[in-house]
């Protein structure tokens, strides 16, 4: 199954550019959620000839949370408010996906120095995740909204829970699930917190607009 | 086997199969729109049509809007030897043809520019303009795919790069073919005017990219025009198919089957994506390009990681 391992982890990093490289918000959940989906079936690949009742829980929780959830909560947060395209990153869409390419090509060379405990299914698995955590580092910092930048932390944290299937064998599964508890309360905060920051403009644009037609 | 028979053979397939592909194509969007559509031999009876009519000249025009059509034919039919038609090797194959196909591509490419210049019409020059721009972009993702295949086949023979004298294997290098295949779909679609980057059917001023600088060529030069178009995207298929599938059974019959089967495939997946997928805005259009080098740089760092 190592080749599927392999598609997957190039899956995963290719749908990191994808979002990278997109600028309508809908469309980037969507891919968020294709790339949770592919994620959770990870640890179907990696343990394939004796699949255990935690491959199991872990994929659940996983679908449960980053396929359903979290991509409805981001709808449900984007729903009334104007955020339905991120209209001026900090670096333009083109160079963006430039640099994208060479994070990857960075990601890979610095792996070549690191060293897992245990041996890994797939020699792809280290390299793929330090590029999904770069790129979704580069999507929170060089995009200004609020809602893409907590795409860029989620795809930061895909990152890492591949990073995590890799340990699988030698790590607790508690500490995934505490990264993923986070996750879920860091996006369920974000949606409430949009929301409110929409209406709080709103009322205030109410609010200025007869000032400034007084003023002339 | 004499040389120029092989040749000959080779054309003579080229030739006859191309305009089909385009049909099925045709015929696949048609399905989508929930139309009956034209037959899948519409290409031959259009061709058929161009070549019985004679051209009409503007007087502005030179020598060079004359010669564009005959360039780019012969061109293309050039670039078809360099590419194996299933179990038909290709006839002409040496180290380092793949640099030939990309000049060849870019010298039909110059003359199509150049005559949609010549004809003096701004139209015409603006997507002159296009198209150079765009296949800058698409021909750095070309290269790439290039590089990359050329590594995980160790030759810089386009044929023996694509897997016709050994296939390549999913096995070991399924990664990589995926991002290969996944890039090179894309510049297939850039490269011949279908739809993400240029729309084939539509005439609107604000769009086109290839059929405006074809818009005031007439008769037999449109079929010449028309003809290179075809034989052009039959061409990136075949270098597509085996890459995507390089079964090879050793009999005759099965692998002829299966290459036709491939074909079908590649072009249902090129009418699906043209029917579910809107054309991008023009300057959205640079991104995509983009990405397919970002693809093919991808699998070059893998190819490079796994040694």
Redo the contacts between chains.
């Keep these: 199954m190592t080749?599927w391992v392999?598609?997957s982890?190039?899956?995963i990093?290719?749908l990191s550019?994808?979002i990278l490289?997109n600028y309508r918000v809908v469309a980037m959940i969507r891919v968020f959620a294709i790339q949770s989906l592919v994620l959770g079936l990870l640890p179907f690949f990696m343990h394939a000839s004796c699949i255990s009742s935690r491959d199991v829980l872990i994929s659940l929780i996983t679908l449960i949370l980053k396929v359903a959830l979290v991509p409805s909560i981001l709808f449900w947060a984007i729903r009334h408010v104007s955020m339905r395209a991120e209209i001026k990153p900090i670096i333009g869409?083109?160079s963006s996906?430039?640099f994208?390419?060479l994070i990857?090509?960075g990601a890979?060379w610095i792996?070549l120095s690191l060293k897992l405990p245990g041996k890994p299914v797939s020699?792809?698995i280290l390299?793929c995740s330090l590029s999904t955590v770069l790129l979704g580092f580069m999507i929170m910092v060089t995009r200004t909204r609020a809602v893409t930048q907590v795409l860029g932390y989620l795809i930061m944290e895909n990152g890492i829970f591949l990073f995590a299937v890799s340990l699988f064998d030698v790590m607790p599964v508690l500490i995934e699930m505490g990264i993923l508890l986070d996750i879920f309360v860091a996006v369920f905060i974000m949606a409430i917190v949009v929301n409110h920051i929409n209406e709080e403009f709103e009322k205030s644009a109410e609010s200025i607009i007869p000032k400034i037609g007084e003023t002339f | 086997m004499n040389i120029v028979f092989l040749i000959l053979v080779h054309w003579l397939i080229v030739l006859t199969l191309a305009p089909l592909f385009t049909g099925v194509i045709t015929k696949v969007k048609a399905f989508f729109a929930g139309k009956k559509g034209p037959s899948v031999f519409q290409a031959y009876f259009d061709l058929q049509k161009l070549f019985q009519k004679s051209s009409v000249y503007s007087s502005t025009t030179t020598w060079i809007f004359r010669a564009a059509p005959i360039v780019n034919l012969a061109a293309v039919l050039v670039l078809s030897l360099l590419v194996p038609v299933g179990v038909l090797k290709a006839p002409v194959q040496f180290a380092g043809d793949i640099f030939l196909a990309a000049y060849i591509l870019g010298l039909a490419r110059f003359f199509m520019i150049a005559a949609g210049l010549d004809t003096g019409s701004s139209f015409e020059g603006m997507g002159a303009s296009r198209e150079a721009f765009f296949s800058c972009l698409t021909e750095l993702a070309l290269f790439m795919n290039f590089i990359t295949l050329s590594l995980v086949a160790r030759s810089i023979s386009l044929s023996t790069m694509i897997g016709a004298d050994f296939p390549l294997s999913?096995?070991l290098m399924?990664?990589i073919l995926?991002?290969v295949a996944?890039s090179f779909f894309i510049v297939i679609l850039a490269e011949n005017a279908r739809i993400p980057v240029d729309d084939p059917d539509t005439h609107l001023e604000l769009t086109m990219i290839h059929e405006v600088m074809i818009l005031d060529h007439s008769g037999v030069d449109l079929a010449y025009m028309f003809y290179a178009a075809i034989i052009k995207l039959f061409v990136f298929a075949g270098i597509l198919v085996p890459i995507i599938f390089p079964i090879q059974t050793g009999n005759i019959t099965v692998d002829m089957l299966v290459f036709l089967g491939a074909m079908l495939v590649v072009s249902i997946m090129i009418g699906v994506v043209e029917s579910v997928m809107a054309r991008l805005r023009l300057n959205?259009v640079?991104?995509l390009l983009?990405?397919a080098?970002?693809?093919a740089?991808?699998g070059f760092?893998?190819k490079?990681?796994?040694g």
Aim: a positive charge; hydrophobic letters at 65%; glycine letters at 6%.
């Design positions: 080749s392999d598609a982890c190039i899956i990093v290719f550019l994808i490289s869409f083109g996906i430039v994208g390419a990857i090509a890979f792996s020699d792809l390299p | 999913w096995k399924g990664p995926l991002l996944a959205r640079q991104n983009l990405i080098f970002a693809l740089f991808f760092v893998v490079m990681w796994k």
